[in-house]
């Protein structure tokens, strides 16, 4: 084991454990921004259940600036996918040398108590790649320059221990590094987290090959 373990003991409504929410930004301007949350609720208990999924949007201060609840039902033994909508006004947009990030704290409750929640940080930002304008963010070109890393601290070995992840994200920043490729091996999320909060764009590779092998 090299890797964080965690025994979640949940209420047979939950969140997904595994990835179960997934945050986008499609429509941003300077005075408005879209974000979409898209959650996964399981239903593993034996009756169908009708619950309310609430989200509340935090700015990179901590002051909550969006909220949204809305009703939704899940029979026993299904998982739904619940899409929700959220405008934030005046955004504060991610970029390398101002890793703005917001924090969506999304709660599961029944007859109004809540029976799970999770917080998820995520960046304001729009992405886009082409022939004629390279790499933009947030509609401004910007280098990538960077490098391949593998999942190994060095003379610590490869368990994942999330200083270490940190301070190595630290060391490549310091160095000119804007972007990181994880070669070969799916990076920890305390890695992934350091590059959230510190500016680093990450490409997640978890192989190097896809269909045909290398010899």
Not at 75 to 80: C, D, E, L, N, R
Not at 170 to 195: M, Q, Y
Request: glycine share 6%; net charge negative; charged share 25%.
């Amino acid at each position: 084991i090299y890797r964080h373990v965690w025994l979640a003991l949940k209420h047979p409504v939950h969140i997904d454990v595994m990835g179960g929410i997934y945050i986008t930004t499609p429509v941003i301007t300077e005075n408005m921004a879209e974000v979409k949350v898209e959650t996964a609720i399981v239903n593993s208990g034996n009756d169908d259940e009708s619950f309310d999924l609430r989200t509340e949007l935090s700015d990179p201060s901590g002051r909550v600036v969006a909220t949204v609840t809305a009703k939704y039902e899940a029979a026993s033994g299904q998982t739904i996918n619940a899409m929700q909508e959220i405008l934030v006004k005046k955004p504060s947009l991610w970029s390398v040398d101002e890793p703005e990030l917001y924090t969506a704290k999304t709660l599961v409750l029944i007859q109004d108590n809540v029976v799970d929640e999770m917080a998820t940080h995520f960046g304001i930002r729009s992405i886009q790649t082409d022939a004629q304008n390279g790499f933009t963010l947030n509609g401004k070109y910007v280098e990538l320059i960077g490098g391949c890393i593998h999942h190994d601290n060095g003379p610590l070995g490869a368990a994942s221990i999330d200083r270490a992840e940190e301070r190595k994200i630290e060391v490549l920043k310091s160095s000119g590094f804007n972007a990181i490729r994880t070669a070969h091996n799916p990076p920890s999320r305390a890695l992934l987290e350091a590059c959230d909060r510190l500016g680093i764009r990450g490409i997640n590779e978890i192989f190097d090959t896809w269909e045909t092998a290398k010899r």
